[in-house]
T-cell receptor
Framework: ETGVTQTPRHLVMGMTNKKSLKCEQH?????MYWYKQSAKKPLELMFVYSLEERVENNSVPSRFSPECPNSSHLFLHLHTLQPEDSALYLC?????????????FGDGTRLSIL | EDQVTQSPEALRLQEGESSSLNCSYTVSGLRGLFWYRQDPGKGPEFLFT???AGEEKEKERLKATLTKKESFLHITAPKPEDSATYLCAVQAQTGGFKTIFGAGTRLFVKA
């Protein structure tokens, strides 16, 4: 398998549930990213990991908790989310954080909060 | 403040009708400008990277150009399969080399 793979593709959860999004990259990249994409808005960077260390956290609410156990896997743990958190969550990877190389994206998880 | 603005928001073309999409940027020190294509229900797919003013890249019916203030994505004789949202992103030297995305241009090509 190649590229960036995200699971699940769709997720519906209540505000009191706890769930996790998973991302796996098979590109040998050292940096991984979580983005939030809402309709007609630019991608919002949430977290950046470089060599499994978090290097950026863009004022994201604590109900989103990232985890990067190794350079190929990235998780986003969700708990007590709000309706405004409904969006497409995209994972991306790049060769290195800070290099001017493009990021490569997965197909996202469509999250709906009831 | 670093900013990326794409125009128009939406563009409707007839098949074969060439046009251009615009990406204007204001950043402190451009390290790279990226174009992506995004189909409904999919993640953005990388198209081009441009690094310096005057640079051009081509792929099939698409050609990307770069100046010191903006980039254009020219679409020559588009086909219905070119319908997608086209995203522009800029990596700046400031802000920890953050990549800033525009809101995209939705392109519709009618047969």
């Amino acid at each position: 398998e190649t590229g960036v793979t995200q699971t699940p593709r769709h997720l519906v959860m209540g505000m009191t549930n706890k769930k996790s999004l998973k991302c796996e990259q098979h590109l040998g990249h050292n940096a991984m990213y979580w983005y939030k994409q809402s309709a007609k808005k630019p991608l919002e960077l949430m977290f950046v990991y470089s060599l499994e260390e978090r290097v950026e956290n863009n004022s994201v609410p604590s109900r989103f908790s990232p985890e990067c156990p190794n350079s190929s896997h990235l998780f986003l743990h969700l708990h007590t989310l709000q309706p405004e958190d409904s969006a497409l969550y995209l994972c991306a990877s790049s060769q290195d954080h800070g290099s001017n190389q493009p990021q490569h994206f997965g197909d996202g998880t469509r999250l709906s909060i009831l | 403040e670093d900013q990326v603005t794409q125009s128009p928001e939406a563009l409707r073309l007839q098949e074969g009708e060439s046009s251009s999409l615009n990406c204007s940027y204001t950043v402190s020190g451009l390290r790279g400008l990226f174009w992506y294509r995004q189909d409904p229900g999919k993640g953005p797919e990388f198209l081009f990277t441009l690094y310096s003013a005057g640079e051009e890249k081509e792929k099939e019916r698409l050609k990307a150009t770069l100046t010191k203030k903006e980039s254009f994505l020219h679409i020559t004789a588009p086909k219905p399969e070119d319908s997608a949202t086209y995203l522009c992103a800029v990596q700046a030297q400031t802000g920890g080399f953050k990549t800033i995305f525009g809101a995209g241009t939705r392109l519709f090509v009618k047969a």
